[in-house]
């Protein structure tokens, strides 16, 4: 049995309900099932293994909000480590070894990043030569940690901006896509306005629940009126995704065969080969299923999920050859392995699904970010722009799919209402997000296109809030940002 503890000081820093949702992860950013323990101050995480390991906590940093921050790797102890500090060492190290790295490869650091870096790492010394768990060490670790995160994404931000340069040296508009999830519903005119002047992709959702509400008889009308508009405004077609793992996508009477796969997987080949055949020739690009590497509502084993996506993807390839067809993975951090025991990260699932041979164009990472239980935590710019890369490692295009809260209100259209967006979530927030995550998504050309997965907040929908028209209709600051993004860097 592993064990780390570390020390959080004044205990009030973090909220039990934060010490619970540490988790530890090695090398391979994997992280291992915990059980957690809170009391007063000291956090105590225990596990399977006895290893070294990066310690990950919703940390409060100022001026910022709640990030997901790492340590540096830490060896199993018996003397707790002082968190605060080992937060900043982490932050401050990840900053500077990255800043080696761009800079071997051409990237100009700004004066500004060097102060920055420089300013934390005087405060982190002073923090490390201070008494130990004192309030002098912690207050120069928390001012520490506030220099490195800033250097982050300053950091983050110099090489989106460089990188952008050096990519529209020869092509002055970028081959990507920008895309919007429809939702399932008819579009009004004004809704629509925006999209043309906005996006050039748009995604064509297939619910299988609305679709085909009783088993064999299905419902294509919004389907057809979304891809026909899509069509006639000659944006690019995505479809689905066609079989999404949660309980509003999938039909009622599919839970008689919870306990049969095989009578599961063939209801669900069906309709996937159905709706690929109807649509062969209107989509540009099919999704052939989503969520699949986290928990589902259907009993379903890890290995059973992933027999099922692949025969999604040879479902489509029967009936539509010529469409490439991607693959959805949630939450590609992979938070929620440190509350269950499961076999199949979710970089590992994708891999074993790209080298069946199923023919895959690539593959769609979805990050609904803040939202928690159930989303993806925040995260600064580098940490954002490093897991990326790592994901780039299995040598696939990636799709971005993405979305953030406008606010921390109850939203009473929410299917998921219990997850809840950060606490000071407004519609600047949002824009704000954009006009930063959208030059880093655009720097690196693994991502060939980046879908805004919610567009109105007016029909029922997955997160709360997350939508780029609001409750009133009104188009909120973000969709202005993002068209002004679409008329800088693309086609």
Request: include cysteine.
């Amino acid at each position: 049995m592993g064990r780390m503890r570390v020390v959080v000081w004044p205990p009030d820093r973090i909220t039990p309900e934060m010490a619970h949702q540490a988790y530890l992860a090695g090398l391979d950013r994997v992280p291992w099932p915990c059980r957690i323990q809170w009391n007063q101050g000291e956090l105590v995480i225990e596990r399977s293994v006895s290893d070294s390991a990066n310690l990950y906590i919703p940390w409060p940093v100022e001026g910022v909000g709640v990030l997901m921050v790492g340590t540096a790797t830490l060896r199993e102890r018996e003397e707790p480590y002082h968190l605060p500090l080992e937060l900043a060492r982490g932050k401050l190290g990840q900053v500077r070894n990255q800043l080696g790295e761009w800079e071997a490869l051409g990237l100009a650091a700004p004066e500004e990043l060097q102060r920055l870096i420089s300013e934390a790492t005087r405060q982190l010394a002073d923090a490390v030569l201070a008494p130990a768990g004192s309030a002098e060490s912690t207050e120069a670790a928390e001012r520490a940690l506030r220099l490195a995160v800033e250097a982050a994404d300053r950091l983050a931000s110099c090489y989106a901006e460089q990188a952008l340069a050096v990519r529209r040296h020869n092509h002055p508009k970028l081959p990507a896509w920008l895309g919007v999830d429809l939702g399932n519903g008819v579009l009004d005119e004004g809704t629509g306005t925006a999209i043309l002047q906005t996006f050039s992709a748009a995604c064509a959702p297939m619910v299988w629940r609305d679709i085909e509400t009783t088993e064999g008889s299905y419902s294509w009308d919004t389907p057809d009126q979304l891809i026909g508009w899509c069509r006639k405004n000659r944006l690019m077609v995505l479809g689905g995704p066609v079989i999404q793992m949660d309980r509003y996508c999938l039909p009622d009477w599919i839970y008689l065969c919870e306990e049969d796969f095989e009578a599961l997987a063939a209801f669900a080949e069906e309709f996937v080969q159905t709706a690929a055949a109807r649509y062969r020739g209107q989509v540009d690009m099919w999704i052939a299923a989503g969520r699949i590497n986290t928990p589902a509502i259907l009993s379903l084993s890890e290995e059973e999920k992933v027999q099922l996506a692949a025969r999604m993807v040879q479902c489509i390839h029967s009936a539509d050859p010529q469409t490439p067809v991607v693959i959805c993975i949630d939450q590609p951090w992979g938070e929620y392995l440190a509350q269950r025991e499961l076999d199949f990260p979710p970089l590992h699932v994708a891999d074993s699904l790209l080298r069946a041979g199923l023919g895959l164009r690539g593959l769609m990472l979805e990050i609904n970010i803040g939202y928690q239980p159930g989303g993806t935590f925040s995260r600064d710019l580098l940490e954002i722009s490093r897991h990326l890369d790592y994901w780039a490692m299995l040598g696939a295009p990636l799709y971005i799919s993405v979305c953030a809260p406008s606010s921390d209100q109850p939203d009473p259209l929410a299917h998921y209402a219990n997850r809840r967006p950060p606490p000071g979530s407004t519609p600047k927030t949002q824009q704000l997000w954009i006009s930063r995550l959208m030059p880093l998504l655009l720097a690196k050309p693994y991502i060939q296109g980046v879908l805004w997965n919610h567009l109105r907040d007016f029909l029922p929908h997955d997160y709360p809030h997350a939508g780029l028209v609001d409750l009133r209709r009104s188009p909120k600051p973000a969709l202005r940002t993002l068209a002004t993004l679409k008329q800088a860097f693309l086609k």
